[in-house]
């Protein structure tokens, strides 16, 4: 299967600063998409990216689509405790495909 | 709204032995798929169905059987339960094979001894 690589595994951080995480692939992809995964729960979608270069922002959520189509990055500004989570990354290879390939995901601690 | 929902949400199976994970969606979705979540392996797609009548194999179906019921429900059956098959199991469903926006259930976590 596809790798993709998530970095950093895991971040702790204080409440109120910013975020950046990203994820490679070893291949082109033409959808990125990034997701939160409550502890108990399903991951739940945030952004959708679909363009080479796209940048899309949700609340305090900002994603980019890598210029390479290999890398997108997904920043969280000013952030707060219900931030906690980890997130995944999922690519998928053309916009006709199911099949959609995940990140090993990045483990978010906020401290208050 | 119940969404995704997945039943049983744990179990436990002794080697060899053979259960059936239900979903079911109530959001007249067209696609439904079956995830399972390994540590430090994030999702991995084991089967999916792009519409109702259909199925097909995602990056990691051996051991795995499928069938969509109707519309509303897809079930995934382990046939020879292995160790290796313990994990979280995830049901996902999405308006269409094309569409993004795919909706998880809350996840089954399966032990086998």
């Known amino acids: 299967g596809q790798q993709l690589n998530q970095s950093p595994q895991s971040m702790f951080i204080q409440e109120g600063e910013d975020v950046s995480m990203n994820c490679t692939s070893s291949?082109?992809?033409?959808?990125w998409l990034w997701y939160k995964q409550d502890p108990g729960e399903g991951p739940v979608l945030l952004i959708a990216?679909?363009?080479?270069?796209e940048l899309t922002s949700n609340g305090r959520l900002t994603a980019q689509f890598g210029i390479t189509r290999k890398d997108s990055f997904l920043n969280i500004s000013a952030s707060i405790p219900s931030d906690v989570g980890i997130y995944f990354c999922?690519?998928?290879?053309?916009?006709?495909?199911?099949?959609?390939?995940f990140g090993t995901g990045t483990s978010l601690t906020v401290i208050p | 709204n119940a969404g995704v929902t997945q039943t049983p949400k744990f179990q436990v199976l002794k080697t060899g032995q053979s259960m059936t994970l239900q979903c079911a969606q109530d959001?007249?979705?067209?696609?439904m798929y079956w995830y399972r979540q390994d540590p430090g392996m994030g999702l991995r797609l084991i089967y999916y169905?792009?519409?109702?009548?259909?199925?097909d194999k995602g990056e990691v179906p051996n051991g795995y059987n499928v069938s969509r019921l109707n519309k509303r429900e897809f079930s995934l059956r382990l046939e020879s339960a292995a160790p290796s098959q313990t994990s979280v199991y995830f049901c996902?469903?999405?308006?269409?094979?094309?569409?993004?926006?795919?909706?998880f259930g809350q996840g089954t976590r399966l032990t086998v001894v």
């Open positions: 996902a469903s999405s308006p269409g094979p094309l569409n993004t926006e795919a909706f």
């Open positions: 169905s792009a519409s109702e009548g259909t199925t």
């Open positions: 999922a690519g998928r290879f053309s916009n006709t495909g199911n099949q959609f390939y």
């Open positions: 990216l679909y363009k080479a270069g």
């Open positions: 291949s082109i992809f033409n959808t």
């Open positions: 959001m007249n979705h067209n696609s």
